[in-house]
């Protein structure tokens, strides 16, 4: 069974710019989070999709946007980049959404670098 | 909101003890704890998990306890191996809200 897949692994963009990062979740999986990581912050949460609806939302300002598709794949938008959006940034999927299946699989990841 | 707390941020043991890292959160309705391993350059993967109706669990060389009036969670590797080296995360979630993350534990083995 194929884990979750992000791409694009790499990407460096300069200030100003937007960028689009895409996560596809283990087949059968409906739920879809996001997360930021970067060096002493550890895993910051984002949002959480479930069948297509935001279901939870962090802390972050409205730059940062997502959503997920019919067939449970989510994209995250980052417009009007700032240097400090450089980080790590991680797409987990679950079978459903809270509930008793709490585990989380997390992909690779998508290393953006703001310059 | 949840707010989990993860000490030592950095943890160097020799190859065989053991090593024990601490959270603690702060809602009360949390109810699921799990623990994740992240390895260079990976995602980040659940290694052991405890829910509130559960004061300890354990598989093979790892064990987890939970206080929940204490609202305490520790995670306790024993026989500690250099593969055991990677940045370990507890985290607390409680029903249908997002999963929160303590900000990790870097775990050096040294052999």
């Known amino acids: 069974k194929a884990g979750v897949t992000q791409t694009p692994r790499y990407l460096i963009k300069t200030r100003g710019q937007q960028v689009t990062l895409s996560c596809s979740p283990i087949s059968g999986h409906r739920s879809v989070s996001w997360y930021q990581q970067t060096p002493g912050q550890g895993l910051q949460f984002l949002f959480e999709y479930f069948s297509e609806t935001q279901r939870n939302k962090g802390n972050f300002p409205g730059r940062f946007s997502g959503r997920q598709f019919s067939n449970s794949r989510s994209e995250m938008n980052v417009s009007t980049l700032e240097l400090g959006d450089s980080a790590l940034y991680l797409c987990?999927?679950?079978?459903?959404?809270?509930?008793?299946?709490?585990?989380?699989?997390f992909g690779e990841g998508s290393r953006l670098t703001v310059l | 909101g949840e707010n989990v707390e993860q000490h030592p941020s950095t943890l160097s043991v020799q190859e065989g003890d053991s090593a024990v890292i601490k959270c603690t959160y702060s809602d009360s309705a949390s109810n699921y704890f799990p623990w994740y391993k992240q390895e260079l350059g990976k995602g980040p993967q659940l290694i052991i998990d405890?829910?509130?109706?559960?004061g300890e669990k354990k598989d093979q060389r790892i064990a987890v306890t939970l206080n929940k009036t204490a609202k305490h969670f520790s995670l306790h590797i024993t026989e500690t191996q250099p593969e055991d080296s990677a940045v370990y995360f507890c985290?607390?979630?409680?029903?249908?809200?997002?999963?929160?993350f303590g900000i990790g534990t870097k775990l050096q083995v040294i052999p």
């Open positions: 987990a999927s679950s079978l459903s959404q809270g509930g008793n299946t709490g585990e989380l699989f």
């Open positions: 985290a607390a979630r409680g029903g249908y809200q997002k999963v929160t």
């Open positions: 405890i829910r509130s109706n559960v």
